[in-house]
C-alpha cells in the first residue's frame, strides 16, 4: 500500500523508509486484536494507517501528509473492496479463512495464469502512467564571461526543444532569473534592441 502511495504521489522515498512504514502499520495493526466496540475500529484504523504514513513518508509539509494519509486509505479500501469481489465470485470451497488469514484454493495452472495476468495488469499501468526522470528540482548553476546565476529546473518530459548543434536538452527560463549571467545579445534582443 505505501509504495503504491509511493508511485502514485511521486514521492521520494526510500526502501528502509516503506518497510518501516510498513512495519509501523503492521504493530499498531495489532491493535485490532484488542477487545473494543465497534465503532472506535475505524479511529484505530486512521490512526494506524497515521503512523504508518509517518514512519514512511515524514517530514512532509502538512497538505502532501495530509494527501499521503488519504491516498492510503484510498489504497486499503480499494483493496478491501477487490478481495471482497474475490470471496463473492470464488465458489464455496475455494476461499477459507482460517486465524484471520484468508486462503484460497487454486490449482496451479489457475494460479499460473492469475500471476501472469496479475504481472500484464502492471506492465500495462506502469506504460499508461509512466514515472519522471527527475521528480525533485535540479539546481543549476549558468555561467557567462558577464556573471553567474543559480536556477532551479525539473525535467520536462514534454519538452523536445534541443540546442541545434550538440543536440543537448534546452532549458528554458525567464530572463529575469539569469540576471547578469543572461549573454548581451539575449538582453537586447528581449528589450528590443
Do not use: M
Request: charged content about 10%; some cysteine.
Amino acid at each position: 500500500l505505501l509504495h503504491a502511495v509511493q508511485s502514485f504521489l511521486r514521492l521520494q522515498a526510500g526502501n528502509g523508509r516503506l518497510v518501516l512504514g510498513a512495519l509501523a502499520g503492521a504493530l499498531c495493526g495489532l491493535s485490532g486484536l484488542l477487545p473494543a466496540p465497534g465503532w472506535l475500529s475505524p479511529l484505530l484504523g486512521g490512526l494506524c494507517s497515521l503512523a504508518a504514513v509517518g514512519a514512511a513518508f515524514a517530514p512532509v509539509r502538512p497538505g502532501l501528509f495530509l494527501r499521503c494519509w488519504l491516498c492510503t486509505w484510498l489504497a486499503s479500501f480499494l483493496l478491501a473492496g477487490f478481495l471482497l469481489f474475490i470471496a463473492q465470485v470464488a465458489p464455496p470451497g475455494y476461499l477459507g479463512v482460517v486465524g484471520g488469514a484468508v486462503y484460497l484454493n487454486l490449482s496451479l495452472p489457475a494460479l499460473f495464469v492469475g500471476t501472469c495476468l496479475a504481472y500484464l495488469a502492471l506492465w500495462l499501468f506502469r506504460r499508461a502512467f509512466p514515472r519522471e526522470a527527475s521528480p525533485l528540482p535540479a539546481r543549476l548553476v549558468i555561467s557567462s564571461s558577464a556573471g553567474e546565476a543559480t536556477v532551479f529546473a525539473k525535467a520536462d518530459t514534454g519538452c523536445a526543444l534541443r540546442e541545434p548543434f550538440s543536440g543537448l536538452p534546452v532549458v528554458l527560463c525567464q530572463a529575469s532569473a539569469l540576471g547578469d549571467a543572461a549573454p548581451a545579445a539575449a538582453v537586447d534582443y528581449l528589450q528590443g534592441r
